[in-house]
């Protein structure tokens, strides 16, 4: 059974920085996609960004409010993927979404973890 | 303001039909797959349709995809009460190099 359980979420001031982890189970990871999704608080969905498999090269796409703030990694030997977040501001403020891409595809989301929140406020 | 356009709302009663539909441009769904994902308010999003019109197991025969051109649909027959969710519409977007959602769509049965 696929499972994946985020961690890391909690209250952070502006300008600062956390990382969110997600433990995944019950699939191969280390040539899995995986990706991130956030729901601001009554708001829709929005792609925060992708990481290949290493078979893939383990490349990274990250959308435009994220870029050069957020790092997506994967840490094959822990089945563990990881959010770095720096320069937080009031609009990162979200739930996060761990999700696992299928078949090598960026947009095919099969599994979404429950969701870790995010509140950056001073 | 969402790359992929969605209504804010449909509705319907139970065992109607009701369609949703996600418009965008030639850079996402003009030229890459649509899917579709399904949010009861407090649980994390479910995939509902992957290629278009592709059920995953476990969904449903009255909950159908389609496209045509630039836009996309999907369409619950039977409405249930069940139903009642939000529902989004995603595909990748050639220009951006990304994945973009639409608004999304609350559907409420009454």
């Known amino acids: 059974e696929v499972q994946l359980v985020e961690s890391g979420g909690g209250l952070v001031d502006p300008g600062g920085s956390l990382t969110l982890s997600c433990a995944a189970s019950?699939?191969?990871?280390?040539?899995?996609?995986m990706s991130w999704v956030r729901q601001a608080p009554g708001k829709g969905l929005e792609w925060v960004g992708r990481i290949k498999g290493k078979a893939d090269g383990g490349t990274t796409d990250y959308a435009a409010p994220v870029k050069g703030r957020f790092t997506i990694s994967k840490d094959d030997s822990k089945n563990t993927l990881h959010l770095q977040m720096n320069s937080l501001n009031i609009g990162d403020t979200a739930v996060y979404y761990c999700i696992r891409n299928r078949q090598y595809s960026s947009t095919w989301f099969d599994y979404w973890g429950q969701g870790t929140l995010v509140t950056v406020s001073s | 303001q969402s790359v992929l356009t969605q209504p804010p709302s449909a509705s319907g009663t139970p065992g109607q039909r009701v369609t949703i539909s996600c418009s965008g441009s030639s850079s996402n769904i003009g030229t890459n797959y649509i899917y579709w994902y399904q949010q009861v308010p407090g649980t994390a999003p479910k995939l509902l349709i992957y290629r278009d019109n592709q059920r995953p197991s476990g969904v449903p025969d009255r909950i159908s995809g389609s496209k045509s051109g630039t836009s996309a649909s999907l369409a619950i027959s039977g409405l249930r009460s069940e139903d009642e969710a939000d529902y989004y519409c995603a595909a990748w977007d050639d220009s951006l190099s990304g994945v973009v959602f639409g608004g999304g769509t609350k559907l409420t049965v009454l």
């Open positions: 019950g699939f191969s990871f280390t040539n899995a996609w």
